[in-house]
């Protein structure tokens, strides 16, 4: 049994992870930002918003943390020249400075374990160019670029990896995929015919932070139905 931290488990991948690891009999310590949430035998809730605190309250952790996943995210698509300074330092601040104010905190935690494991979240649109994306494209530029750094300096006892998904059917993506024709027309467009399911993402990220992938550490891993690799 091990001691897992998931921030943003209250809905989407997030949440199909915290399933994932509580079937698997894991101590899972998940945050939710507004909506509370339910405790069960072994999975423990806990408010927080990532944005609106210097130094994220981390007591309610345990001592040793076997691995951290951050969730929390945006898809802000708009046209370049009608983005403000102010949406692409929003945007960063959440997915990259909230990212790291965790990391920071629950650090101490994840080097007793001697073999945590760190997982972030980027994007395909980060090595495949897409119109409208560049402030989510910049912000998980930088996720990546931090990924590769943290496991460098943080090797061998904490290991860093990121999951950059295609377009997943998460509450996340509702502006794109309100309806089934969305869902379908989008869906065609990928190599598998499909969007992405919560369990797609979650699976990949629960092998990464397993013993299974204990030599993988500064990795991208692309889970995106071969989005960013072949051509149609």
């Known amino acids: 049994m091990k ?52 130094v994220p309250d981390v007591e309610f952790l345990p001592e ?12 802000n698509l708009k046209p370049f020249h009608r983005i ?15 990212a790291v104010k965790i990391i920071q905190a629950a650090l101490p935690r994840l080097k ?8 972030l979240f980027s994007t395909v649109a980060v090595q495949s160019g897409f119109n409208f994306h560049s402030i989510v494209s910049s912000s998980k530029g930088a996720v990546e670029g931090l ?22 059917d998460t509450p996340l993506a509702g502006r794109l995929l309100s309806n ?8 065609e467009k990928n190599p598998m015919k499909r969007v992405g399911e919560p369990a797609d993402i979650a699976h990949a990220v629960k092998f990464l932070l397993g013993e299974e992938s204990s030599w993988v550490t500064g990795q991208i891993l692309h889970v ?8 149609m």
């Not at 040793?64 to 898809?75: A, F, K, R």
């Not at 089934?180 to 869906?187: S, T």
């Not at 995106?224 to 051509?231: E, H, K, Q, R, Y």
């Open 64 to 75: 040793s943390l076997d691995g951290m996943v951050y969730c929390p995210g945006s898809i």
């Open 224 to 231: 995106d139905g071969g989005a960013s690799s072949l051509t």
């Open 147 to 168: 990924t590769r750094a943290l496991a460098a300096e943080l090797a061998p006892s904490v290991r860093v990896n990121a999951v950059a998904p295609s377009l997943t």
């Open 3 to 54: 001691n897992y931290l998931i921030v943003g488990g209250s809905s989407g991948i997030g949440k199909k992870l915290v399933e994932l690891l509580a079937e698997n009999g894991h101590n899972v310590y998940a945050t939710f930002n507004e909506k509370p949430q339910e405790d069960s035998d072994n999975v423990h809730f806990s408010q927080m918003n990532i944005l609106g605190e210097d």
């Open 84 to 98: 403000k300074e102010q949406e692409f330092l929003d945007d960063y601040r959440l997915q990259v400075i909230g």
């Open 180 to 187: 089934d024709g969305k869902k379908a027309a989008l869906g």
């Open 112 to 119: 007793k374990s001697g073999h945590a494991s760190v997982v």
